[in-house]
């Protein structure tokens, strides 16, 4: 009988398995720069060499194939020695990166005190805009290179010139035109450009360039073939690309193993992918020399069962994995394992994590029958040398077991790699993802190139490593959320010339921020309005505030209503809900006569209503705050005055209010209820006119905001001066998301203006 194409495929792998026991395989240099592929299939006369890839998502890869942004918002460089080291946020704003210039004296000696004339050397290559002085201080001319940077006359236009920087190099600047002492200056980085994804790395940066041909055509090998048989069990083999990956969504070690293996062997390669995210060694990947903990759980050790599952369904089917399977048979060449975050959860997965790696390495050996299967180990490397203690000891775990002095039984094949220096910062990649990586496609690629490199040392051949390129030192740990409010605005008042004069007008002359900063001046009533009062005119408002200037802030208006007695009702409506469903806003009938409760003409004391003071409030029947409350917008945790007694509140008053100014803006504040998943809806009524509405409380992650509705253009002339009619409506709030909660209540109201800072559409009435 005619053997089959899988049984000609056993044949030829336990031949080879013997052979490659027997013999070393053929010693071969692979240079530290990979040569590009030449386009030819694997010879066809030798077997298939099969390496399986293993673990959790990092193994799937998580690096990011184009589309990353720079980290910062904002990049400034200051010739002040003792300029604050970013990363900062500020609100609604967005984070910055600050950092002291490098700036020398003409003979090339470091200077700290400000100079007309000197050097200045960049950290990195970028175009830049200068700034020099600040305020009244800032009238001068500043050349750099001989090029005109920045000028400012008396009455005349602030010229701020771009120029493109080296790093490496000492550009000489001369400051002329100033009074006084010389004055500081500052760099702006114009060209935030994002970092650390393929397309960056390869053909922007020219890392890799055997990944892309010279006019940026991604290269594909045809002598590599990559079969993911967990996230794509249906699929078949596919030519190794950088954007075959995980349904081309990202890309993973895979690529750089791939390119090293294909340059080391004549025959064909195939990776066979067996990983999946969020699995654990001691549980998912549990191996069966570690026994089981949980007998009756169909989910412990799994994945070990799908990868070999997976690997064995590939290899009978390897004609459909590798185009141009010529029935030559395979080998199983080698396994790479990288994997851990998983097992960091407990102190009993830590600890016997190196037991259960060495239980994988050795139940994988005699499952594919290869004794002597070379295995690379890829360490945990979250945070680079800084990181977490939890993680360094899976480190040292996987470590250990490519360690000759502590295994000896695994001294030649197997080896692991330290894949710390391959950690990439927040701010040289694509998004902030410590656990991915921070989805840096250079750290996958040098993780993938590492593992491939340990693995031809493992057959017999060399490899030479691959360059690791300058390191930037690491920026410091310290935010402004980790200051305290001391040291916060101490960290800010340093930063205040760059804010006023570099930040503040950025943000204003934003196309994007400038039509939504016009939009919000003018008072426009937008066709969606929101419960919460947040817009762009606050990011404004927050670097000014960050700045020590609290010009613009938002003031009480005229006499505060808090203060003054208004009219109340409330009353349990015919349109009932159970207690235990929300929101509780809605539609409801008020009592008889009481149908324009909110117009000017309704007679409040005819209809029984009683003059009462705010807050307005119950606790569980009684008067109460609702809690510990810091929250200057809210104020849930004063003493009602008033006892809000059923679940409809009713309030109105008639009070002074002064005529509306040009250059402001107005809202009603509605108190009581800012903290998450707090409060019901509520609606705000001018001279019997609806001027904002909620139908619900507060969502979730936005409390702390205030609640209300602005005064737009359509109601502006209701604010003349004199008379106005104001009118609440709420309900009392009886469940949260976590279920039923004492009846609870809290409710004030009042008005507020802002002064507009300058360089904004000024508002008039």
């Known amino acids: 009988m005619k053997p089959n194409q899988n049984t000609i495929g056993a044949i030829a792998f336990s031949v080879f398995a013997l052979a490659a026991s027997a013999f070393p395989a053929i010693a071969a240099t692979i240079p530290a720069q990979l040569p590009a592929p030449d386009g030819k299939p694997g010879n066809p006369a030798k077997p298939v060499k099969v390496y399986i ?3 959790q998502s990092n193994m799937v890869g998580m690096g990011e194939l184009t589309g990353a942004k720079c980290a910062y918002t904002g990049v400034y460089l200051s010739s002040d020695p003792e300029t604050p080291t970013g990363p900062y946020d500020l609100p609604q704003v967005g984070k910055f990166k600050f950092a002291p210039l490098a700036v020398f004296q003409p003979d090339g000696k470091p200077a700290r005190d400000p100079l007309a004339q000197g050097l200045i050397e960049v950290p990195e290559h970028g175009v830049y805009q200068v700034q020099c002085g600040s305020g009244d201080g ?8 001989g090029k005109t940077v920045y000028s400012r006359s008396t009455g005349g236009l602030r010229l701020k010139g771009e120029i493109t920087l080296e790093p490496g190099k000492r550009y000489p600047f001369t400051i002329t035109g100033f009074e006084g002492g010389a004055p500081r200056f500052w760099l702006r980085k114009m060209d935030l450009l994002g970092k650390g994804d393929l397309e960056t790395i390869v053909k922007r940066d020219g890392m890799f360039p055997w990944l892309a041909d010279p006019s940026g055509m991604w290269l594909a090998r045809q002598d590599v073939f990559i079969r993911d048989a967990r996230l794509n069990p249906t699929g078949n083999g596919v030519p190794l690309l950088p954007t075959v990956n995980n349904g081309g ?7 750089g193993f791939g390119h090293v293996m294909g340059t080391y062997h004549d025959e064909a390669v195939l990776i066979i992918k067996c990983a999946m995210g969020n699995r654990a060694l001691a549980f998912d990947f549990r191996p069966p020399s570690s026994g089981r903990k949980d007998p009756k759980s169909e989910w412990e050790s799994l994945e070990y069962r799908l990868m070999i599952e997976g690997v064995h369904n590939t290899l009978a089917k390897i004609d459909q994995h590798v185009p141009g399977y010529k029935g030559q048979g395979y080998e199983i060449a080698g396994f790479a394992w ?5 097992d960091s959860g407990t102190e009993g997965t830590i600890a016997e994590y190196e037991k259960n790696l ?4 050795n139940d994988l050996r005699k499952e594919f029958k290869a004794p002597k299967m070379p295995v690379v180990i890829g360490g945990l490397g979250f945070g680079g040398h800084n990181i977490q203690e939890k993680f360094r000891r899976i480190m040292e775990a996987q470590m250990a077991v490519g360690d000759p002095a502590k295994h000896p039984e695994f001294a030649g094949t197997v080896a692991s790699v ?6 990439r910062e927040v701010d040289e990649s694509p998004k902030s993802e410590d656990y991915h990586y921070n989805r840096n496609a250079e750290t996958y690629l040098r993780a993938g190139d590492a593992f491939g490199r340990a693995m031809v040392g493992l057959l017999g051949g060399k490899a030479e490593p691959l360059p690791q390129p300058p390191r930037p030192q690491v920026a410091a740990k310290n935010t402004s959320e980790e200051l305290t409010a001391e040291q916060q605005a101490a960290v800010w008042k340093k930063l ?3 804010i006023l004069d570099g930040i503040i007008p950025a943000f204003i002359a934003d196309p994007a921020k400038q039509a939504l900063l016009t939009t919000e001046a003018k008072g426009v009533r937008p066709k969606q309005t929101d419960q919460i009062l947040r817009g762009v005119m606050d990011g404004v408002i927050s670097a000014y505030n960050a700045a020590g200037i609290h010009d613009y802030d938002w003031k009480i208006f005229g006499k505060d209503l808090r203060d003054l007695e208004w009219e109340s009702f409330s009353f349990d409506p015919a349109e009932t809900l159970p207690k235990e469903k929300r929101p509780r806003y809605r539609a409801v009938t008020p009592p008889a006569g009481m149908e324009n409760w909110f117009s000017t003409d309704f007679d409040a004391a005819k209809a029984g209503w009683k003059k009462s003071l705010p807050p307005f409030g119950q606790l569980d029947g009684k008067l109460a705050p609702l809690r510990t409350c810091e929250l200057g917008v809210c104020g849930c945790g004063k003493m009602p005055r008033t006892l809000w007694e059923k679940e409809v509140l009713l309030t109105r008053g008639t009070f002074d209010i002064p005529p509306l100014k040009d250059g402001h803006r107005y809202r009603f504040v509605v108190g009581g209820s800012a903290h998450v998943l707090s409060g019901e809806g509520y609606a705000i009524y001018v001279n019997g006119k609806l001027l904002a509405e909620s139908k619900e409380g507060v969502p979730t992650r936005v409390g702390g905001l205030p609640r209300g509705g602005y005064v737009f253009t359509d109601l502006r002339d209701e604010f003349k001066g004199g008379k106005v009619t104001i009118a609440v409506k709420s309900f009392l709030q009886y469940a949260s998301k976590s279920g039923p909660i004492p009846p609870s209540g809290h409710l004030t109201a009042w008005m507020e203006e802002q002064k507009l800072p300058p360089g904004i559409e000024a508002v008039k009435p």
Do not use: C, Y
């Open 53 to 55: 890839l293993a673990g």
């Open 138 to 145: 800032s009238f001068g001319s500043m050349d750099i290179d």
């Open 249 to 255: 969504k990202s890309v993973g070690p895979e690529l």
């Open 338 to 342: 990288w994997q851990g975050h998983k």
């Open 358 to 361: 060495v239980n994988l390495i």
């Open 418 to 423: 330290d894949t710390r220096d391959f950690w």
């Open 496 to 498: 205040t010339p760059i």
